[in-house]
């Protein structure tokens, strides 16, 4: 070789070696490959192979593709066929609630009332004299038999008082909007006969006045308030530890499940304040989305410092606030037009002044902040999206506010055409339908059920936008369970619930994914599977799109992956 040719190969290798370096540089550092992955993103709605720098989405394509891109470093997984997605995005539910109900008594596995007395007098047994006995989960209208000598479903305590006589028991209703407690209980609370109603409120009473141990919505806080007495007699080291513990729970069972973000509804300032620690401490792996859950007076002096976008590398964001307008159907606290079916005369409960509300409301716009406000009635939705609809007219400079419907559950015609018109979404569950259906129709009668109960495909069909989530603790925070329910609408006995209002497959996912990410201000980085944006991906046994109705109930979440991090591997 001619001399005069070396330096020109010697530059050239120097080329070619550099841009070696320059591509393992760029090399991803995990790969997916040989996958069914739904992306979400209607320009490339299925891909075979993803590749994710650091916490983001680099590329996705083909196996041949994303192979070329492969350097020595990056990690492989291999997906063999196996089902991938965007992180599921539960948007509704109860984060610290969740990890709590992990250290109470599950009640929910209780079929009737004598089991739940044998669960909390073996919790007796074992406690302190004075030890409080904390349960959740119990729903009167799914026990068999039905309590001989009942109120409105009821029992009354005098049997779990006796089973309980060196203890306060508090135990919670399934929907979070009743507590059972005992004699000892009600005594700290100084609660007789005397006491009357608080405002948004009610405490159950049998025909002689006599109070049956049952606290509805307001009144629940009787009890409450000597139970947080007792908490406060704890150390300070033993309150740290219990909500680290909380947390732990809280993110284990969410990770299990491939939830990804997770919005939480409703926390207080020093809640917020705690999920900040934790994430500065690196011990909270998912998306916290956080509504505000603190008074008018208690906005209005803080609520400027508590808008938080993208905290801890998008891992804590807060820019809304949660109202309740009214209560529960299995209390028959849902506030409706017309009486209960099985409860004539009565029409449920506003648990919050009207006036109140829209205070909250002109809190919410003149601040940048969301409102999400639970309404379960059909009289409670009516009122909350006529207070929207004001304060939007009022507001007309303001635009994008993406205001929200917790629960939506029963709506008449009229208002159902109102969510899309008013551009509110409405805020979800599918797992409550089939929970509910065993009393739904016994509430509402079969024709009013019919035309406004859990109306999924009317709200859509609108062009409403829905948005998906379990209500954890309340329901289990089982993404398939919820999935399944929102797909097939099947209760336990094989029977549909008004099937006609299902979603389609990609319709529940589109719901539980991309729509939760809308829902939360956050579509421009969650929500689907897209180059630049945040790598949050549930890897799942079945194709959730393709898997018989039958089979798709025993689907599981194989990994979760947020951020690029593997955070979740199935044994």
């Known amino acids: ?50 590749a994710i720098k650091a916490d983001t989405i680099q590329n996705l394509g083909t196996n041949k593709s994303i192979k070329e891109l492969i350097g020595d470093n990056t990690k492989v997984i291999d997906l063999k066929g196996k089902f991938a997605m965007p992180g599921f995005f539960d948007s509704h539910a109860h984060f610290l609630s969740l990890g709590e109900s992990k250290m109470k008594l599950d009640l929910s596995v209780a079929t009737n009332w004598d089991e739940i007395i044998a669960i909390v007098a073996e919790a007796a047994d074992k406690a302190k004299p004075g030890e409080w006995i904390i349960g959740r989960g119990w729903h009167q209208e799914k026990w068999d038999p039905k309590p001989i000598e009942n109120i409105e479903g009821y029992p009354t305590h005098t049997v779990l008082s006796s089973a309980t006589p060196l203890n306060p028991v508090l135990l919670t209703h399934a929907s979070g909007h009743v507590l059972f407690a005992n004699e000892y209980a009600m005594s700290l609370a100084e609660v007789d006969t005397s006491i009357k109603n608080p405002k948004g409120g009610r405490i159950v009473r049998d025909t002689l006045n006599n109070i049956i141990g049952v606290f509805e919505e307001e009144a629940m806080s009787l009890i409450y308030n000597q139970y947080n007495k007792y ?291 956050q579509d421009d980085k969650l929500g689907s599977l897209k180059i630049g944006k945040l790598a949050d991906i549930a890897i799942l046994s079945e194709d959730l799109t393709t898997v018989s109705d039958y089979k798709l109930q025993f689907v599981k979440v194989e990994k979760t992956i947020v951020g690029g991090k593997i955070v979740f591997e199935r044994n």
């Open 1 to 50: 070789m001619s001399k005069r040719f070396l330096p020109a190969l010697f530059i050239t290798l120097l080329f070619f070696s550099g841009c070696e370096l320059i591509e393992k540089k760029n090399a991803p550092d995990l790969v997916l490959i040989n996958g069914i992955i739904v992306t979400m993103d209607d320009s490339i709605p299925k891909v075979e192979a993803i």
């Open 231 to 521: 908490l406060e007699g704890r150390t300070e080291n033993e309150i740290e530890l219990h909500r680290k513990k909380v947390v732990q729970l809280a993110v284990k069972e969410c990770l299990k499940y491939g939830i990804t973000s997770f919005q939480d509804a409703g926390s207080t300032f020093d809640e917020i304040d705690f999920f900040k620690e934790v994430i500065d401490s690196g011990k909270l792996p998912l998306r916290l989305n956080v509504m505000l859950i603190e008074d008018n007076k208690e906005l209005e002096k803080r609520i400027t410092d508590y808008r938080i976008q993208n905290y801890g590398n998008n891992h804590l964001t807060v820019r809304a606030i949660k109202r309740y307008i009214d209560g529960a159907l299995g209390s028959h606290g849902a506030w409706m037009f017309s009486s209960y079916s099985d409860l004539p005369n009565y029409k449920g409960l506003n648990v919050t002044p009207l006036s109140t509300l829209r205070k909250t409301a002109k809190i919410a716009i003149d601040n940048g902040f969301q409102m999400c406000t639970h309404a379960i009635g059909d009289k409670a939705n009516r009122e909350i999206l006529n207070i929207y609809e004001k304060t939007f007219k009022q507001n007309p400079e303001k635009n994008d506010l993406r205001w929200r419907v917790e629960h939506a559950q029963h709506l008449t015609r009229k208002d159902i055409t109102r969510f899309a018109k008013l551009g509110v979404i409405a805020a979800m569950q599918g797992i409550h339908a089939t929970s509910d259906a065993p009393y739904v129709i016994k509430r509402l009668g079969r024709e009013r059920a019919k035309r406004g109960a859990y109306v999924w495909r009317k709200l859509i069909d609108s062009g409403a936008i829905i948005c998906n989530g379990t209500d954890a603790p309340i329901e289990s925070v089982n993404t398939i369970a919820n999935y399944f329910a929102t797909v097939t609408r099947q209760v336990k006995e094989g029977r549909t619930f008004f099937p006609e209002e299902k979603m389609s497959r990609m319709e529940a996912l589109k719901s539980y994914t991309i729509n939760g990410a809308y829902a939360a201000f």
